[in-house]
């Protein structure tokens, strides 16, 4: 039997041990595993408790049981679902029982959303978005995963896909079925201006500037400067917990260290860096250069220094935050960086962290902007989009050199929306001209 033919089981909830546990069934068997292992059907949709037992009738767990008969399932297949209790043993013994039945295997990962793609539960861009949604950090990550699973992208290029077909059945109609009286005979100039509109709309969602992938990906802040400056109490403060060895030794962090932080609901990764300088040490001159490697890369470098001295590679926001207040340093002056940002702290105590924080949130705010209105949020969503109003440009440019090549220009905008949300059907077109025109009645 093909593998897709197959039913498919895994573990849905959290790692065990727990107090219940998931276990999801799906494919053409699930109701043969039901009733093997619960004696019977239980009525579609309604939780109900049974126990459990194996192919020889053993005891497995006093469970509930919901069964869900295709296509009104989240798969569109036969799903069933085991609320078992969530200790190893019990999974163990279960997995045992469904992996002893005939075509039924565990699922390999990501095969419930797949199933549920090809059978239309989902499109391409919808999946995406349950992915986002199962890895969001923050609570914006959360609503804007939200919204592509409900469809935020999908049901534009739905819209758009359409559009583009009903324009495409004008051109195709005057190409091939100008002989047939119920067809206009100009239909150009109607397709041409459909044409238009959707290409400003997909460039006005285009011009985003990516704001919707970068929430999704996070901001990246660097803390770099010279050794024993208070990198790494830094960001233990930031994190609120232990997470970087702190030591009056100079060149104590040698490797790049990371955090996740949650700023206003925004993601932010913070990296400690080993301090930059000149040094015999090969371990520590490899950390040193990781350090200026990823203070390069990052969306913006805090600074910390007893002086205004700056040594980064780049020309990206730096912003210069003096430490150790409290010492001897206290009291003297501070140069500005080249966006008049800079800050005085104390790590150890945390004077003057909370308005370091603030201001990392309010550049958090300024760099993702209005990410509620985002459309894109992957590359690929990019880059199919990319593709059709390309499409839509050439078409208007060689509508002038003939119908055929506008319409093929059309084709590929259609297969490109159909590559986006994953639905490629080449007889669209013809539904349409048959439909709105009557063609052959």
């Not at 390069?296 to 910390?304: E, F, I, K, Q, T």
């Amino acid at each position: 039997m093909h593998p897709r033919d197959q039913t498919i089981f895994a573990l849905s909830s959290g790692r065990p041990p727990s107090a219940i546990a998931l276990v999801r069934v799906s494919g053409p068997q699930a109701g043969k595993i039901v009733t093997a292992l619960a004696g019977k059907l239980p009525p579609p949709r309604m939780a109900t408790r049974t126990l459990l037992r194996d192919v020889g009738q053993r005891p497995i767990d006093d469970a509930v049981v919901l069964w869900f008969p295709g296509p009104a399932s989240a798969t569109g297949e036969d799903v069933a679902e085991f609320h078992v209790h969530g200790g190893r043993a019990v999974l163990a013994t279960l997995f045992a029982a469904l992996s002893a039945l005939e075509d039924v295997r565990p699922a390999e990962p990501g095969e419930f959303t797949r199933r549920a793609f090809e059978n239309g539960k989902l499109d391409l861009t919808e999946a995406e978005g349950l992915d986002d949604l199962i890895h969001a950090d923050t609570d914006r990550q959360r609503r804007q995963a939200l919204r592509q699973l409900k469809g935020l992208l999908g049901d534009r290029a739905r819209d758009w896909r359409a559009r583009i077909i009903e324009a495409s059945a004008l051109i195709e109609a005057g190409i091939d079925f100008s002989d047939e009286g119920d067809v206009p005979a100009e239909l150009i100039a109607p397709a041409m201006a459909k044409v238009k509109v959707l290409l400003a709309e997909i460039e006005e969602v285009l011009a985003g500037q990516g704001r919707s992938e970068r929430l999704r990906d996070g901001l990246v802040v660097a803390i770099a400067g010279p050794p024993n400056v208070g990198k790494s109490t830094l960001m233990n403060q930031l994190a609120r917990r232990e997470v970087a060895i702190v030591s009056p030794h100079a060149g104590t962090t040698r490797d790049v260290i990371e955090v996740q932080l949650d700023l206003d609901g925004y993601p932010v990764t913070v990296i400690d860096t080993a301090g930059i300088r000149e040094t015999d040490d090969p371990v520590e001159q490899e950390g040193v250069r990781r350090a200026r490697v990823r203070a390069a890369d990052a969306d913006l470098v805090l600074w910390l220094a007893d002086s205004s001295g700056v040594e980064t590679e780049r020309t990206a926001p730096i912003w210069l935050v003096r430490n150790k207040i409290d010492l001897e340093m206290a009291g003297r002056p501070l140069a500005e960086s080249a966006e008049g940002r800079a800050f005085q702290i104390s790590a150890s105590r945390g004077d003057g962290v909370p308005e370091l924080i603030a201001a990392l949130v309010g550049f958090a705010q300024r760099y993702f902007g209005g990410t509620e209105a985002g459309l894109i949020s992957r590359t690929r969503q990019r880059k199919q989009l990319q593709e059709t109003a390309a499409s839509l440009q050439r078409c208007i440019a060689v509508v002038g050199q003939g119908e055929e090549l506008a319409a093929e220009e059309l084709r590929t905008a259609t297969l490109s929306l159909g590559r986006l949300l994953g639905r490629v059907d080449v007889e669209d077109i013809l539904d349409v001209i048959f439909r709105e025109f009557c063609v052959g009645k």
